[in-house]
Structure formats: structure tokens, C-alpha cells
């Protein structure tokens, strides 16, 4: 059993995110892995780890050591001083996302699309307005009002009818972005 929790600190309202090795048990069939790439900005930096069963991480260390040769040093080092100062960096960015989210719930409740504001990641995963599937939606907000988002119905079939935006952008983005569907006309 493998746990993929890249978004575990990225949590809103006080929630926090469960682990897989909450579990009872967990770490008798499983490992976790966290990448830095969310939780201090390292995106691209190619660094994260792997906690829990014993004989899994073996497993893994084992494979890894065969087919690349390890992170750059000077990367490992960042990571080591992103883990091991202060984790206030975490709190401030919650916050920005956090802003990001309100902002962007309120630019969808103004077009008649009504979202809950998710208590985890920086996406935000809506309901298209009737009458369009996620391809038409996202294609109308690309082409007349320059936003990108990502139609739902390319995460799988059960995604159809929804669309993901990501928090990527600046709140007075984001306020713009909200300007410009207010003034789509909606069938
Ligand atoms: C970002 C992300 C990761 C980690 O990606 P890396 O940048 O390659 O460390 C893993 N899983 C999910 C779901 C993610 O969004």
C-alpha cells in the first residue's frame, strides 16, 4: 500500500489533513509519501521521502540506488533547512492560499455557482453551469475570458461536470479572473 500525501499541510480552518499511518496497523502493509514541492514551495526541485513500513523503504532504497543517483547534494541540504528551521513559512502560505480560496468561492457564488471552500489543497473543484459538459466550460473560459482550468472529465468519466481551478495566482488575479466571468454570458 502506497499513500501519496503531497497535500497534507496545505489545510484550511484548522483542519488537518489524516495520514495512512493514522491507521491502525498501517505500518504493517505500507509507506507514505510527502513531497516538498507543496509544503515549501519546492516545486521542481525533485525532493520529497517515504516514512513507514521497514521493509517497503528497504525495497525502495533498494530500486532507487539501481536507477538514478540520488538527489543533488545542495537540494538535499535545502530540504534538510525547509524541515528542520522554522515551520512558520507553512502557516504564512495556508494563509495566502486560504485568501486565494475565499476569493475565488466568492467569484464562483457570483456567477450561481455554489462551491463549499475545500478544507485541503489549492484547487477548487466546481460544478459547470447547466448545459455545458467540462470541455465546453473550460473552453468558453479560455477563449472568452482568458482563464485556464482544468475540465474535470480529464481526471476520468466521473469527473464530467466539473472543472478544477488551481490557486496558482494572486489574489488580485483572481479577483480579475472572477471580473471576467461575471461578464460571460451563460446560456
Ligand atoms: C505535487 C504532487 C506530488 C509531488 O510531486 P513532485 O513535485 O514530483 O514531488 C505528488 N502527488 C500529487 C497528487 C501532487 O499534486
Known amino acids: 500500500m502506497l499513500s501519496d500525501n503531497a497535500y497534507s499541510e496545505i489545510t484550511f480552518d484548522g483542519y488537518h489533513a489524516p495520514s495512512f499511518l493514522n491507521v491502525d496497523g498501517a505500518i504493517e502493509v505500507g509507506i507514505e509519501f510527502h513531497s516538498l514541492s507543496k509544503t515549501y514551495n519546492m516545486t521542481g526541485w525533485r525532493i ?6 521497514r521493509d517497503v ?5 533498494r530500486i532507487k540506488t539501481n536507477i538514478d543517483s540520488g538527489a543533488f547534494e545542495a537540494v538535499q541540504r535545502a530540504g534538510i533547512t525547509a524541515m528542520s528551521g522554522s515551520q512558520d ?7 495566502i492560499y486560504m485568501n486565494r480560496r475565499d476569493a475565488l468561492v466568492k ?22 453551469p447547466e448545459g455545458y459538459s467540462s470541455i465546453e466550460f473550460s473552453t468558453l473560459l479560455l477563449n472568452e475570458a482568458g482563464i485556464v482550468a482544468t475540465p474535470g472529465v480529464g481526471f476520468g468519466e466521473c469527473g464530467e461536470g466539473y472543472i478544477r481551478f488551481a490557486l496558482t495566482q494572486p489574489v488580485e488575479r483572481i479577483e480579475e479572473a472572477s471580473k471576467r466571468m461575471k461578464q460571460l454570458k451563460l446560456d
Do not use: Q, S
Open 57 to 61: 523503504l528497504d525495497g525502495i532504497g
Open 89 to 95: 513559512c507553512i502557516g504564512n502560505m495556508r494563509k
Open 107 to 128: 467569484g464562483l457564488h457570483n456567477i450561481g455557482i455554489a462551491v463549499e471552500p475545500p478544507k485541503a489543497t489549492f484547487y477548487i473543484w466546481a460544478a459547470v
Open 48 to 53: 520529497g521521502f517515504a516514512v513507514g513500513n
